[in-house]
């Protein structure tokens, strides 16, 4: 079998983010990490490796974005992925959910793999909705925010939660699956790990290496168009304690909740 | 003419309320823009007056398409077929899981534009632009559509339920074919219900316990300050908790869970994630304790405190008791 876990390079979380009034891109200078809820899709692959189940030739990274995206699929590397790819483009800058999600099916297509792995989310852009995409231009069966997976030599049992409960949901291989933060506690990468990453393989590709249509990536082709940015509604500031002494704290949440009759 | 096509979720013989939502906004919106609003429901034999009663929300017609419920991408093979043969302009769904799933999809298959987590839609100039706040609701961007095609995903009980209590919506069957990929998925079984059955829809006093609790057993904590509230208090709990197994799925808030707005919602070790917020922030009064000054639950709670619950909680308890003793 084999495994492609989707990365991405997202600010990190400690740095304020901030949009770019021009464009309404995300202006993405900065610190940067891996996407945390990527930890979770790469050690749901080295589970499965590890587990035995199925044979598991290879798993490899792949993303999409700037020179600087690099770092995220070292990172993904040193936590168990054994070689990676990166679609590195101008003309996929800006591209929305929808044409993104096309360039990375392109480059995946090329891997042709058994499992196409990511996470719930990224920490930036707050979409939930690539795997669907990706999915769909693959014509692959996809399920996201799963919690729990078998595998065997064709299928996957998912467990999810989704609107009513607990689903459970076989899937025929190939699949797109993308996983919820509650499936697993990623491991640290060894120290080993970290100094050999650099020297595993990485591909780097362009849109014509992949097949991409250039016309339908970019943020002047995508779909869904930014105009305009505005304000939310002004919302006053809570009050905010913090707890040195916490029997004065706790006196004053009592005050709090006694003015507000909460008591 | 620019219809709009809404995706009615329905379990058990009911439409989900999201999708109520959906159905109402998109009445309205396709009154400003001179069309109609249409809803399509998929399962196995959904009932006629099911799909009829959405003419009380604004549906003027409803298509009812068979095939297998609770996945996502049938409901992309079906939409995209109605989209194709009935001319819609938008295809609008209410915050959920399912919607996302079946939005993103949909608009891959038709090359549409897709906006998630939209707050508000409105029309200008006989189109639709959304908006959708980003970086953790510190902006709202505008967005419209370049392509035939608009997908418009909303946030969980963004669209109010609005019973306009108009006629029985016309029912028509929709005939589809099934993708190769849409084939490869079977549901073997829906709706599980994980842990015991509480009810905290009713609650004044909600004590919600995430993450920050540790373990489960933290939660012994969050139930000893709601005994201590006493009357109508309950526990609930963050999806990553009772994912983790700590707290009944019964008790979960926000996304795939419940919407709750009591008169207090103490939130103990929540960071606050935007598929948390959309199910409590319409509660009356927002309390948060978390030990990071940074978590994103301070942006919406009215009293935060900084600090470690381990050593809050216990004390806080103890005060309340004394209070209503005294």
């Known amino acids: 079998m084999k495994i492609c876990v989707l990365v991405k390079e997202v600010p990190d979380a400690a740095v304020e983010k901030r949009i770019d009034p ?69 003309a996929v800058a800006g591209s929305d959910v929808a044409a993104t999600g096309y360039a990375l099916a392109k480059t995946l297509q090329r891997e042709n793999p058994d499992l196409v792995l990511l996470g719930q989310q990224s920490d930036d852009g707050e979409c939930y909705t690539i795997g669907a995409v990706v999915a ?50 990623p491991r640290y990468p060894s120290l080993k790990a970290i100094m050999g990453a650099k020297k595993k393989p990485l591909d780097t590709v362009g849109i014509g290496d992949v097949e991409i249509d250039a016309s339908k990536v970019g943020g002047e082709n995508s779909a869904a168009q930014w105009v305009a940015a505005k304000a939310p509604p002004a919302k006053s500031a809570g009050e905010i304690i913090e707890d040195e002494d916490t029997g004065e704290t706790v006196e004053k949440i009592i005050a709090w909740l006694d003015e507000r009759k909460l008591i | 003419m620019a219809n709009i096509l809404v995706y009615a979720l329905h379990y058990d013989g009911a439409i989900n309320k999201n999708s109520l939502g959906a159905v109402s906004e998109g009445a309205k919106l396709a009154a400003e823009l001179g069309g109609e609003a249409h809803a399509i429901l998929l399962g196995e034999n959904v009932p006629q007056d099911l799909a009829a009663s959405l003419g009380k929300y604004g549906a003027k017609k409803v298509l009812v398409a068979e095939g297998p419920e609770g996945l996502a991408q049938p409901l992309v093979d079906a939409m995209a077929k109605a989209i194709t043969d009935g001319g819609y302009k938008y295809a609008l769904f209410g915050g959920g899981l399912l919607g996302f799933e079946i939005g993103a999809g949909l608009a891959a298959r038709l090359g549409a534009g897709v906006v998630m987590e939209v707050t508000n839609v409105r029309a200008e100039n006989g189109e639709l632009i959304a908006e959708r706040p980003i970086l953790g609701d510190s902006s709202i961007s505008e967005v419209k559509y370049r392509s035939e095609v608009g997908i418009v995903i909303g946030r969980l009980n963004a669209f109010e339920i609005k019973d306009a209590g108009g006629a029985d919506a016309a029912v028509e069957t929709l005939s589809f074919d099934l993708s190769p990929q ?57 999806r990553a908790v009772v994912d983790a197994g700590w707290y009944p799925y019964a008790a979960q808030i926000g996304q795939t869970g419940k919407t709750v707005s009591p008169k207090l919602y103490l939130a103990a070790g929540i960071s606050g994630a935007i598929q948390h917020k959309v199910g409590m922030q319409s509660s009356e009064n927002i309390v948060a304790i978390n030990k990071d000054a940074n978590a994103p639950i301070f942006e919406f709670s009215d009293l935060g405190i900084v600090g470690d619950l381990n050593k809050i909680l216990p004390k806080l308890t103890e005060a309340v008791k004394a209070k209503k003793g005294s």
Do not use: W
């Open chain 1, 22 to 90: 021009s464009t309404g891109r995300m202006d993405r200078s900065g610190e940067k990490n891996l996407n945390p809820y990527d930890t979770h899709a790469i050690e749901a692959a080295m589970q499965i490796k590890e587990g035995g189940a199925v044979p598991v030739e290879e798993i490899v990274a792949v993303t999409m974005g700037p020179e600087s995206a690099v770092r995220a699929l070292h990172k993904a590397v040193s936590l168990g992925a054994d070689r990676s790819v990166h679609l590195a483009d101008q």
């Open chain 1, 136 to 185: 769909e231009h693959l014509s692959m069966p996809s399920l996201t925010q799963v919690i729990k997976m078998d595998v065997d030599s064709d299928s996957l049992r998912c467990e999810r939660q989704a609107e009513y409960g607990y689903d459970t949901v076989q899937i025929k291989l190939p699949a797109v699956i993308s996983v919820g933060d509650a499936i697993n506690e």
């Open chain 2, 182 to 238: 849409s084939s490869q998925a079977t549901m073997v079984t829906r709706g599980e219900q994980r842990g015991a059955d509480v009810d905290i829809e009713g609650a004044d006093v909600l004590i919600a316990g995430g993450r920050g609790l540790g373990k489960a057993e933290g939660f012994e904590l969050a139930e000893q300050l709601a005994a201590a509230f006493g009357g109508n208090s309950a526990v609930a709990a963050t």
